[in-house]
């Protein structure tokens, strides 16, 4: 994981997704502007409902319960594998619907994070229900000047 994030620092490295997607640089397939909006799926206060679904272009995105609590992610009904980094319990986030791909930024709280600092994690998925780009910011991580903050 560190490898991956001083890949990312490097010069001359593309910007980190969760850039691309806060400066609008991100494209899926030649789209344009994203609709964006927010969800939520799980809290740990009782001031939040959460949203249920995801109705996006691209499908209907569940969450559904996995292993040790951690949240699972379907596409119309079938299982999005996704990456081990992004293993998480799903809190709340914002959805990127670009019509052909959908980005879920949200914080998920991994093994390795606390509850008071959970990871921020960006996956893009196509309507096929693959993820075809990703990225974990850890709630541990002290340094984040090569990711962009997409959740507050």
């Known amino acids: 994981m560190v490898g991956l994030l001083a890949c990312a620092a490097s010069a001359g490295a593309a910007p980190s997704l969760s850039c691309q997607l806060q400066s ?21 206060h009782g001031n939040a409902t959460p949203t249920g679904p995801i109705r996006t272009r691209i499908g209907r995105i569940d ?31 914002k959805v990127y ?8 930024a949200y914080l998920g709280e991994r093994d ?5 600092r959970p990871s921020q994690i960006v996956i893009v998925i196509n309507k096929t229900g693959a993820v075809i780009d990703s990225e974990v910011l850890p709630g541990t991580a002290t340094n984040s ?7 507050d």
């Open 24 to 44: 609008g640089q991100f494209k899926a397939d030649g789209g344009g502007k994203p609709k964006v909006s927010a969800f939520i799926w799980a809290t740990g």
């Open 63 to 93: 969450p559904v319960e996995g292993r040790d609590y951690k949240r699972a992610i379907k596409l119309d009904g079938k299982p999005v594998p996704l990456p081990i980094e992004a293993h998480s319990v799903v809190g709340f986030g």
């Open 145 to 151: 000047s090569s990711h962009c903050l997409l959740i």
């Open 97 to 104: 619907d670009f019509g052909s791909a959908v980005a879920l």
């Open 112 to 116: 390795e994070d606390s509850s008071a």
